[in-house]
């Protein structure tokens, strides 16, 4: 996927971010192996644990159109901060647990348009799964 129309993509969609206790906009795109992309925003309450961040709300979407581990390919991120933003530990079990391990997470940042290349197991480097249950 051409990264500048990903990137044009997610600084449309933080707009509709819902980040009024915390002010920090963040925005998201699945991108599944058949090229289909899926967006999510953040989207704060005033009980935080009731909110949900941009990633799993887009990895949620994926998953609720019937997608499931193996199909999910990039995982792009942006947050309005100005620095480069890393997934929420929430965040990473959840991509731990539904996207293979070598899938590339690429992190934009606003301001510098840098780029952060990482994958869910570099995030994840002592992951918990369900091998860990028994």
Known sequence: ???????????????????????????????C?????????????????AGICAERNALY???????KKGDFKRLYLLAASGE??????????ALYDYCDHDM??????INENKTIYSTVAELCVHGFDNNDLV
């Open 104 to 109: 590339p997470i690429t992190i934009y940042s």
């Open 1 to 31: 996927m051409d990264e500048e129309l990903i990137k044009g993509k997610l600084l449309k969609l933080i707009e509709n971010s819902k980040s009024l206790y915390y002010n920090y906009p963040v925005a998201a795109i699945v991108e």
């Open 33 to 49: 192996s058949d090229g289909k992309l899926y967006a999510g925003v953040n989207v704060e309450t005033s009980s935080p644990a």
């Open 84 to 93: 480069i933003v890393f997934p929420c530990f929430i965040c990473r079990q």
């Open 61 to 67: 979407s994926a998953i609720t159109s019937g997608y």
